[in-house]
């Protein structure tokens, strides 16, 4: 255990630990299933276009959601993209600055204006009032996302968008096997999308799918996902190749088998975060509603630098140095990266929350990759740094050089997000 500052690898001591601990680290369920399943897949000679496992990945998905189509896709930007156009949306649509930069990419992608909308400071997910604002005759849609797996006021986007005849589409990436109002998050809006990447706690290696009860829908995104085709020799749509492939889908599959295991990790991580963080002033992690269903995947912490005497990017940089790879998402906010940082230079002045909060926000590693010995020692390093706050700062600055190195590569990192 570090117990002077001086131990901190930043300052010159030995990092905590040999190897890197990751937000976004990947769950391995079962292996023997899944290696089991790549074996029949290579015997059946059948490695994508609508193969066996993907018809059974989608049934599972569906039935867990509670909804009448899944079609499974290659990722979830594509997922995106392709519900996007086969919602007909055009034009502008409302989305969160705050989130994944694919979101917004998967309008521009398709020369649709994303209208950055801010969000609520608690729950971090688009702010209905200030939806309404933004609607003008050009808008034809809303995109909510339920970041954390916090689940949008549905309930007043869905007034919005049936009262301004507009369509509702969420991005649920991080929100798989999440509930609001103990219905689970698939099942809202005309369509939702789930992302199954490494880095979500149930992945697919690669992955995504769209959810829907609308069966036209369903049936034209179908098409949509594989060229228009309706059959051998027969393309009677637009379409491009957002198919899942069979290896991705044997990976879903055995995933799938542990996804309470992988859960009950998460939560077990995510208690033993809150217990440690709480005494550390300026140092705040976001509560979860427990009444409501939870993948627990997302360790989020907000600093707040009064309290702390220690920025945000110093605790970064700390952790990087004890190879910790904590992360700051969504920063800085689609609206400061190009091409829409470009387009709306001042597109910041209405979106005050989404501001402070990418300037706040912390990730901590979770998953089955990390365990409670690990937690505690990444929690004893923020609390020997926060502790001695206007030390460390004072340190930092005098070693500013060192400083430097390793805040550039933590902001390389936060380009790419
Ligand atoms: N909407 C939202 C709200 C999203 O968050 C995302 C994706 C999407 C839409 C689009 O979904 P997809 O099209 O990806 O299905 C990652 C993921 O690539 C991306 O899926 C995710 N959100 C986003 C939030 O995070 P990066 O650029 O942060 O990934 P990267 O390479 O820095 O990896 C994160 C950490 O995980 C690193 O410390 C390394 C570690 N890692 C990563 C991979 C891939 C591993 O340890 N093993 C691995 O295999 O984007």
């Given amino acids: 255990m570090k117990t002077s500052l001086d131990d901190l690898a930043i300052f010159g001591g030995s990092p905590a630990f040999p190897e890197t601990l990751h937000v976004g680290r990947p769950n391995v369920g079962n292996r023997e299933l899944l290696m089991s399943k790549i074996n029949d897949m290579l015997d059946r000679r059948w490695f994508s276009n609508n193969g066996p496992f993907v ?7 569906a039935e867990h959601v509670g909804v009448k189509h899944c079609i499974a896709m290659c990722n979830a930007t594509v997922a995106l993209e392709i519900s996007i156009r086969a919602l007909g949306m055009e034009g502008e649509v409302i989305i969160p600055s705050f989130t994944f930069v694919a979101t917004a990419h998967a309008l521009q992608w398709q020369e649709i204006t994303p209208v950055f909308c801010d969000i609520d400071p608690e729950t971090h997910t688009i702010d209905p009032r200030q939806v309404e604002r933004l609607i003008t005759p050009r808008t034809t849609g ?4 339920h970041v954390w797996g916090n689940s949008c006021d549905v309930d007043a986007l869905s007034e919005i968008a049936e009262r301004r005849n507009l369509k509702l589409l969420f991005d649920a990436a991080h929100a798989f096997s999440c509930s609001h109002n103990d ?26 799918a769209v959810v829907t009860n609308n069966d036209e829908l369903a049936a034209k995104i179908r098409l949509m996902k594989n060229f228009g085709f309706a059959g051998y020799d027969n393309v009677i749509y637009i379409g491009t190749n957002g198919k899942m492939t069979e290896p991705c889908a044997a990976m879903g599959l055995a ?23 709480v005494d550390i002033p300026g140092v705040t992690l976001m509560e979860f509603d427990d009444s409501e269903r939870r993948n627990y995947q997302y360790i989020v912490c907000e600093i707040d630098q009064t309290d702390a005497r220690i920025t945000r990017d110093e605790i970064l940089a700390i952790l990087w140095k004890e190879n910790v790879i904590a992360r700051k998402y969504f920063y800085p906010g689609c609206h400061r990266m190009e091409p829409y940082r470009s387009y709306y230079p001042h597109a910041g002045l209405l ?67």
């Fill in 55 to 61: 018809q059974e990945f989608e049934r599972k998905i």
């Fill in 142 to 145: 809303i995109i909510g996302v």
């Fill in 183 to 208: 219905q689970m998050i698939g099942s809202f809006g005309d369509a939702e999308v789930f992302s199954f990447h490494a880095t979500k706690f149930f992945n697919s290696f690669e992955g995504g």
């Fill in 255 to 277: 995933s799938f088998e542990s996804i309470e295991e992988f859960i009950s990790v998460n939560r077990r991580n995510y208690e033993l975060y809150r217990a440690e963080l």
């Fill in 351 to 417: 979106l005050e929350t989404t501001e402070t909060v990418a300037s706040r926000v912390l990730l901590l590693p979770n998953g089955t990759a990390v365990g409670p010995g690990e937690i505690t020692e990444i929690c004893d390093i923020i609390r020997l740094a926060v502790n001695s706050g206007l030390e460390v700062s004072a340190r930092l600055a005098s070693t500013a050089g060192a400083f430097a190195v390793v805040k550039a590569s933590v902001a390389a990192v936060a380009v790419e997000e």
